[in-house]
């Protein structure tokens, strides 16, 4: 999955990347959770939503040992199960409304199974007991305190309406597309409190990096060194000791931008990382 290959390879403030670990993972383990996932996605539009998440996530754990990715299978699901025949933002809703309550028991086994950082005991009690008539109602008992779920909820709108353009406006501005996934995040991380943050640290602390991550937006345009000197501060604040400050949930976001990207053609150049990027209606 190059969207998530991407993801994991841009330097952003508080996550994993090449030059940065954490105590129990590192790049490597994102590079093969990206390959785990691949077979159940490709095969996303002839099976049921539910099926190609449990398949997703027992994949990552047998690769990986842990979750890695869990919020980004849950977003990139949907929309691997859009057929190319349709935009993605046509084709989610469709896919959305189908799911049923065989869906929603294997979303809840794909939680247990992933067993994500974070959860609380109330989401604990949920996650054993008998899902709902469909994915998206589980989802939206969850979507006034979770990204994820928000998207669901509103049929992916703020990643249509929001991130994707974002990332368009960035690299049509001239930034490489390593630079433009950095800016994007955030943007993101200061439009949307982190949900894996406000799970680990409550809401004040994801509050707290979402208006310092703005204040790196104000200090300046991207290449300025203000800008950068302010991006070097969050990303220390983001990493305290135990990594409880990491933005996996922006992290989440930017995969899914990024696989709109290029699912819908607006990227064709697979070498793109570092360099500005082509778009796939434009002349090279």
């Known amino acids: 999955m190059l969207a998530c290959l991407w993801e ?38 002839t099976q049921n939503l539910g099926t190609t998440i449990l398949q997703s ?43 049923d309550q065989e869906d929603a028991a294997q979303l809840y086994e794909a939680i247990r199974t992933a067993r994500p950082g974070g959860i609380g005991t109330a989401e604990k009690m949920d996650i054993y007991q008998t899902p709902p008539g469909d994915l998206c109602a589980a989802m939206r008992e969850a979507a006034d305190r979770d990204c994820v779920a928000q998207q669901y909820a509103e049929n992916f709108a703020p990643l249509f309406e929001q991130i994707v353009p974002n990332l368009r406006t960035a690299i049509e501005a001239g930034m490489t597309l390593a630079d433009a996934i950095v800016h994007v995040h955030l943007q993101t991380l200061h439009a949307f409190p982190d949900s894996l943050i406000a799970r680990k640290c409550g809401i004040t602390v994801a509050e707290e990096a979402s208006r310092r991550a703005g204040e790196v937006l104000a200090a ?19 990493r305290d000791e135990r990594h409880q400050r990491n933005p996996g949930t922006t ?9 709109t990207l290029l699912r819908d053609g607006i990227i064709e150049d697979a070498q793109a990382f570092h360099k500005r990027v082509h778009y796939a209606d434009q002349p090279h």
């Open 57 to 99: 996530v027992a994949a990552t754990r047998n690769m990986v040992g842990r979750n890695t990715n869990l919020g980004t299978i849950l977003l990139l699901a949907p929309l691997a199960s859009v057929p190319r025949t349709l935009s993605l933002q046509e084709g989610v809703a469709d896919v959305l409304r189908a799911t």
């Open 8 to 45: 994991a390879t841009a330097p952003k403030p508080g996550n994993v990347h090449p030059h940065a670990a954490f105590n129990d993972v590192c790049y490597a383990d994102y590079l093969a959770s990206a390959i785990a996932i691949g077979p159940a996605m490709d095969n996303a539009t």
């Open 251 to 259: 992290a989440d976001l930017l995969a899914a931008g990024l696989f």
């Open 220 to 238: 300046g345009p991207q290449p300025s060194a203000a800008y950068q000197q302010a991006l070097q501060m969050l990303d220390r604040y983001l």
